[in-house]
Nanobody, 115 residues
Framework: QVQLVESGGGLVHPGGSLRLSCAASGSIFSSRAMGWYRRAPGKHRELIAVITADGVPNYADSVKGRFTISRDNAKGMVYLQMSGLKPEDTAVYYC?????????WGQGTQVTVSS
């Protein structure tokens, strides 16, 4: 059984930084591309960052240059370093495989950017 547990969210001022973590259990992790997704209030969930099994990242235009995705296959961890945060980054952030699987969604971690 696969479990993905996100952590590291919180309240931050505009321009601030946060580091999100995703702990992956189960056998799927090291061979799969992983993604960070977010769902802002009133919007659909969107994919914002992907990292291949080999560690090649890609980003949505909305976060490019501000967010950095990384992974530690030995530890079963995926990270999202976020800087230059904006109020429009306020959302619940999730990790999942890419493409995502419905059974893998966790509870996410709330990020609120507000002054």
């Amino acid at each position: 059984q696969v479990q993905l547990v996100e952590s590291g969210g919180g309240l931050v001022h505009p321009g601030g930084s946060l580091r999100l973590s995703c702990a992956a259990s189960g056998s799927i992790f090291s061979s799969r591309a992983m993604g960070w997704y977010r769902r802002a209030p009133g919007k659909h969930r969107e994919l914002i960052a992907v990292i291949t099994a080999d560690g090649v990242p890609n980003y949505a235009d909305s976060v490019k240059g501000r967010f950095t995705i990384s992974r530690d296959n030995a530890k079963g961890m995926v990270y999202l370093q976020m800087s230059g945060l904006k109020p429009e980054d306020t959302a619940v952030y999730y990790c999942n495989t890419e493409p995502s699987k419905s059974d893998y969604w966790g509870q996410g971690t709330q990020v609120t950017v507000s002054s």
